[in-house]
């Protein structure tokens, strides 16, 4: 084949990538709710040409709206777990560690948030009350007020049990500038520990699958993590995600193209506990797709990687951190993995649902 | 993780690459067909291509089999999920396979009761647990999957469950690979053969490759030792003018195969005359269906399936992107009509096949990548 031909056609398969997104499926399905690319979709296609606005367009984990001469972090989040309660956490921990997370790693200090619980007919009081409580040790624990709320009661059979929807406000740092559009090639790409322990959790303590092993979630605050690393890395942090639904898989690809760089890891220095490589290995999953509830992915400048890594290690959730890969010019726009094998594979965005209902 | 962990070594790994660097003929191309899509998932997975020669292509083979159900078998089994007395059962990556007219995760959002099941007993658990509903079980696969579901209907039939059935859509892997052999324009020099298969079926059903094709095979496991050591067994082959079946899978293959998981096989099914493959049209006797004796609990019979045919389109071109003869690029609806959202060959259905690769990663998914200095 011509490498004209072959050129042509992968530009305009590049055109078509670069052009927005159109939604057509005609119903919403499983996919659209898993974090991957059809999520992707549903969001580019059809809510923000909806809702446009500047505080929106970044799509980041929090919203910034100027207020005066500071700057106000926003994000909210909905907890749709079966079972609730797993091993490690149940919904309201998670519900609360999961919005002050997207917070914290928008570099802003979060300090009240909202909580709705729509409660289904027939729940236990117990069961609530034992979530109640595990929201208020959450909030505690962060340093945030749960400041207002909502609850609702649907008819039995219309909600698993409980869900949560909370809201989160922070200040934002004025110094801070973390931005996909702030990484360079040769900055590290720093984990705070191991991962797919959430999802893998969740997986075996659902029943289905009739696999006994020992595997907690990992739900927790990320606030000490992220000042850590603010403190140790300065202005050479650059770009911090939680890597929850769809892994870190997913996230990497979204950086990589909003980044307009490349994106390379090396397997061997990424941390998986065995049990969840024994788990996903049998379930044939792969565990960089698999969600996190309490790992910070961070972005730092070669200069101060180090450092940052030390930091993070020295705080009670970060001990296994680990640098795990790097920015690069090439694959411009992809994610690449060197295996331990000694091959390299791409990585690819989450396509489809591995889990169903994880968070 | 022990007993997967020594397969994956890099030390030995290096030393497999070393020894098949120093074999390769630098004068001629070796492209060895992996027929099986486990395979396929190993080679990706791991990198395996970056450790090989230039010389040395492996080309994917068809052996994914959700991606050659052709559509009008996706589209029978949606048109039994939409009763609404059925829970209809499959297996996860059945879900995203594409019919004509949408897939399985979509006829779930419209409100069919369809489950995910990751065994056909559990099909035959849902059943007990709802005597009052039809559980029908999707079966798919070659004959790695055939026994578990043969074990099923037997189970079934002899517990006397009646509201369960099966939709067979299990596949064998001989006639699809002759069909390629048969193809005049055939351009690969060896085979790689499928090891979880060959665990039912032994190594015996491929002595025809070497025999009537003058193709070398080897059978081999998934770990990606398993497959570079087969790689290197293959070009030995080829190197020394010899041509045979070998067995690199000893650890888990008999020469004669399981010879319990072919007797239940043999009572549980028959051969049907032909069955369509996405891509590859209609092959003789490539397909198995239930036997008299299980009749009753064939779907195809309980809902009178019309077995309806839903034309692969015309300008679709994997079965000449499995022959090697065109790279995916070359292919006239490549990336227009046929794309990994809306597939038409099963090329383009897993995220692993060559045209739905080529798709996301451009020529990166087939160019070797320089491992870089750390």
């Excluded at chain 1, 921990?93 to 729509?118: R, Y």
């Excluded at chain 2, 995760?105 to 489950?115: M, P, Q, S």
Aim: charge should be negative; include cysteine; hydrophobic fraction near 40%.
């Amino acid at each position: 084949m011509s490498e004209g031909r072959e050129q042509r056609v992968l530009d305009a398969l590049e055109q078509n990538r670069r052009r927005p997104p159109r939604f057509t499926a005609p119903r919403i399905d499983m996919s659209h709710g898993a974090g991957g690319k059809a999520t992707h979709k549903l969001i580019e296609g059809l809510l923000l040409p909806a809702f446009d606005n500047p505080a929106l367009a970044p799509l980041a984990d929090a919203a910034m709206l100027p207020l005066g001469d500071a700057s106000l972090a926003i994000s909210t989040d909905s907890y749709v777990v079966r079972p609730l309660v797993f091993p490690g956490g149940s919904i309201g921990e998670l519900a609360v560690n999961g919005t002050v997370n997207d917070l914290a790693v928008s570099g802003a200090t979060p300090f009240a948030l909202s909580a709705a619980l729509i409660v289904e007919e027939g729940l236990e009081t117990g069961v609530l009350a034992h979530e109640v409580e595990a929201m208020a040790a959450a909030a505690g624990n962060a340093g945030v007020a749960i400041a207002t709320g909502d609850t609702k009661v649907v008819e039995r059979g219309k909600a698993d049990g409980l869900y949560i929807t909370t809201t989160g406000v922070g200040v934002a740092d004025p110094e801070s500038n973390l931005s996909s559009a702030s990484v360079r090639p040769g900055d590290k790409i720093l984990c705070s520990g191991t991962l797919g322990d959430h999802g893998a959790a969740i997986l075996i303590a659902r029943g289905d699958l009739e696999l006994e092993a020992e595997v907690f979630s990992d739900t927790r605050a990320l606030t000490p993590l992220v000042r850590a690393l603010g403190e140790a890395a300065g202005s050479g942090l650059r770009f911090m995600r939680d890597p929850t639904r769809g892994g870190v898989g997913t996230v990497l690809n979204e950086l990589a193209r909003d980044s307009g760089y490349g994106v390379a890891l090396w397997e061997e220095n990424i941390p998986i506990r065995d049990v969840v490589n024994g788990a996903c290995e049998i379930l044939g999953i792969d565990p960089l797709y698999v969600a996190n509830e309490g790992k910070l992915l961070a972005v730092v400048a070669p200069e101060v990687a180090d450092s940052a890594l030390e930091a993070l290690r020295r705080v009670e959730g970060g001990e296994e951190a680990a640098i795990i890969g790097e920015i690069r010019d090439e694959p411009a726009r992809m994610v690449l993995m060197h295996t331990r094998f000694g091959g390299a594979r791409m990585i690819d965005m989450l396509v489809g649902d591995p889990l169903p209902r994880i968070c | 993780m022990k007993y997967v962990d020594e397969f994956r070594n890099a030390d030995l790994a290096r030393a497999v690459s070393a020894e098949i660097y120093s074999l390769v003929d630098p004068n001629r191309p070796y492209k060895i067909m992996e027929v099986c899509g486990g395979h396929t998932h190993t080679i990706y997975r791991h990198g395996i291509k970056d450790l090989l020669p230039d010389q040395v292509e492996l080309v994917h083979g068809p052996g994914c089999p959700v991606c050659v159900l052709p559509m009008g078998r996706v589209d029978e089994g949606i048109a039994i999920a939409e009763r609404p007395e059925v829970i209809f059962t499959c297996f996860g990556d059945m879900m995203r396979v594409p019919g004509s007219k949408g897939n399985l995760l979509e006829v779930k959002a419209e409100g069919a009761d369809i489950r995910m099941v990751y065994s056909p007993l559990d099909a035959l658990r849902i059943a007990r647990e709802n005597p009052d509903r039809e559980v029908v079980f999707y079966a798919i696969g070659f004959e790695t999957t055939a026994p578990s579901t043969a074990l099923t209907l037997q189970r079934a039939k002899k517990e006397g469950i009646e509201n369960f059935s099966v939709f067979c859509n299990h596949v064998t892997i001989v006639p699809p690979v002759r069909a390629l052999l048969d193809s005049p324009d055939l351009r690969l020099d060896a085979f790689i053969g499928p090891g979880h298969v060959s665990t039912v079926i032994g190594c015996r059903p491929y002595g025809f490759m070497p025999a009537d094709y003058g193709k070398p095979c080897v059978v081999a496991g998934f770990e990606p030792l398993d497959l570079m050591q087969s790689v290197l067994m293959l070009i030995r082959q080829l190197d020394e003018g010899r041509c045979e079946v070998e067995n690199q899978y000893g650890r888990a293959v008999l020469w004669e195969g399981n010879l319990k998981a072919l007797e239940a096989m043999a009572e549980a099914f028959e051969l049907r005359p032909y069955f369509e493959w996405r891509g590859l049209g209609f092959i003789a006797q490539s397909a198995l269906k239930l036997s008299a004796e299980y009749a009753d609990l064939d779907a195809e019979l309980r809902y009178s399936t019309p077995g309806v045919r839903v034309a692969d389109p015309k300008a679709c071109q994997c079965g000449e992107v499995l022959k090697g003869v065109l790279k995916p690029p070359e292919c006239k609806v490549f990336g227009t009509a046929c794309t990994p959202e809306r597939p038409l060959g099963a090329l383009m259905v897993s995220s692993e096949g060559a045209c739905a690769a080529y798709y996301n990663f451009g020529r990166k998914s087939f160019e070797k990548v320089e491992i870089g200095s750390r």
